[in-house]
């Protein structure tokens, strides 16, 4: 079973503070993905990598930085936390070319204050 | 651009009755349909993914249709339990090349099945 991990479940951060957040997965997927889930608003594609080193903005990176130095790894950066940013994060990871299922992490939960 | 509509937003039924989940979305140019299943605080879980040359997929009492070029797919529940209630989200991936297998989602249909 493909197993995405992300390194926490819950956050609480101060506002301007630089925040990590990691997800890592074990079936060599090319593709990884961060998406951010809000009430109202859904899911929204923030950013992917279909490589290492590869990364291309989804439809809200404004904030936002990514980083994939190796293939199991994706990690999602806050430059300077804002309260907006307040959210539940989730990551994602799948085979490429694109006909394979998405397999998604639990999920982290971080509140900026 | 690419907008998915789930009908209904929220679905409350009893335990044993059969149901249906709708989905559209406004581009008929998609590579494939992924149907997911969250439960609250969790991530998703993937339940029936769809190709665009395929008319339906079936997993237990789950079976999804898609027919492309109206835009619609659904899925069908079939003997409900109370296990079954959770939020169900259908996504679509777009035809093309940079794609990158990126999903679209819809809001969901959050279903409450009662005993």
């Known amino acids: 079973d493909v197993k995405v991990t992300q390194s926490s479940r819950y956050l609480v951060k101060r506002t301007g503070e630089k925040v990590f957040l990691e997800c890592v997965q074990d079936m060599d997927h090319e593709n990884m993905f961060w998406y951010r889930q809000d009430p109202g608003l859904g899911l929204r594609l923030i950013y992917f990598?279909?490589?290492?080193?590869?990364?291309e903005k989804g439809d809200i990176p404004e904030g936002y930085s990514v980083s994939r130095e190796k293939k199991e790894r994706f990690s999602l950066i806050l430059e300077s936390a804002s309260t907006n940013q307040t959210s539940m994060y989730l990551c994602a990871s799948s085979l490429w070319p694109s006909g394979s299922p998405l397999h998604f992490g639990n999920g982290t939960r971080l509140t900026v204050t | 651009k690419q907008e998915v509509t789930q009908i209904p937003a929220a679905l409350s039924v009893p335990e044993g009755e059969n149901l249906v989940l709708n989905c559209s979305f406004t581009?008929?140019?998609?590579?494939?349909l992924q149907w997911f299943r969250q439960d609250p605080g969790k991530g998703l879980t993937s339940l029936l993914l769809?190709?665009?040359?395929?008319r339906e997929q079936t997993s237990g009492r789950l079976n999804a249709s898609l027919d492309k070029s109206s835009g619609r797919s659904t899925l069908y529940i079939a003997a409900s339990q109370p296990g079954d209630s959770a939020t169900y989200l259908c996504a679509v991936v777009n035809a093309g090349g940079t794609s990158y297998g990126k999903l679209t989602f819809g809001q969901g249909t959050i279903l409450t099945v009662h005993p």
């Open positions: 581009d008929s140019a998609i590579y494939n």
């Open positions: 769809i190709q665009s040359s395929q």
């Open positions: 990598s279909y490589d290492v080193k590869m990364k």
